[in-house]
């Protein structure tokens, strides 16, 4: 005998499923502070502000863990279709992709602390700064493409990571020629180098997400420039 939905479960499912939406909105936000203070506290070299960072990170593991829960019981136990379907798979990505967020803050906030200890001249290099603005700005509009189901700004913000990858090659030659001229500087150019790179990653982390509000708001999947190849030919048929 086939189970026929009642109001009740209907109802319950709809319940969980808005959980699911405030869980992630609940993430996507503590992600987003996570990823403005640790940068703060490396710019401005704060210590406070760079050790808050780390206990905050621990609630972005418990919200990923939840929302991993309630997306995997509502797979199992209410069979949801369409969009349903495509958000809930979603939300275990996104959630994955902000819980990586929340460790690279982390990482960037280890290296506000380490410059501290290291008490060097070698100011970070404006490119630093203007990565950290663009990747927060994408992280930021990725999740809005998210809840709206905006697959324009998804696409958007998905071009954009170029323009972050650049300027990681350009501080990368920058801090390099800077290291070889003054080798007393090693140390200091490492962090910069190595907050460079968590910032790059965390606009990789913003593009995934923007790939899955294409995916959300128009069902289409363009990781990997997928939408771009030509179908793959169908073999006739033999008689």
């Known amino acids: 005998m086939t189970a026929i939905e009642t109001p009740a479960s209907h109802k319950t499912f709809h319940e969980k499923l808005d959980l699911l939406k405030q869980r992630l909105l609940d993430m996507s936000q503590l992600a987003e502070e996570l990823l403005a203070t640790s940068v703060q506290a490396f710019l401005r070299r704060d210590a406070v502000k760079a050790e808050s960072v780390v206990p905050a990170d621990a609630e972005v593991d418990l919200l990923e863990v939840e929302i991993e829960q309630l997306a995997i019981s509502l797979l199992a136990l209410q069979q949801p279709m369409a969009r349903d379907l495509r958000f809930i798979v979603s939300a275990i990505r996104i959630a994955g992709d902000l819980e990586r967020v929340g460790d690279h803050a982390v990482n960037i906030a280890q290296s506000a602390l380490r410059m501290v200890d290291l008490r060097s001249g070698v100011a970070p290099p404006p490119e630093i700064a203007e990565m950290a603005h663009r990747s927060r700005k994408m992280l930021s509009d990725a999740l809005d493409a998210v809840v709206h189901l905006d697959g324009q700004l998804g696409r958007d913000v998905c071009r954009r990571d170029d323009q972050v990858d650049e300027l990681h090659e350009s501080v990368f030659r920058i801090l390099l020629t800077h290291m070889m001229e003054d080798p007393s500087t090693i140390s200091a150019v490492l962090e910069l180098?190595?907050?460079?790179?968590?910032?790059?990653?965390?606009?990789?982390?913003?593009?995934?997400?923007?790939?899955?509000?294409?995916?959300?708001?128009?069902?289409?999947?363009i990781k990997h420039h997928l939408e771009d190849r030509p179908a793959p030919a169908v073999p006739p048929l033999h008689a």
């Open 193 to 221: 180098l190595l907050v460079s790179r968590n910032l790059e990653r965390v606009a990789d982390l913003a593009t995934n997400v923007a790939e899955d509000a294409v995916y959300l708001a128009e069902g289409k999947t």
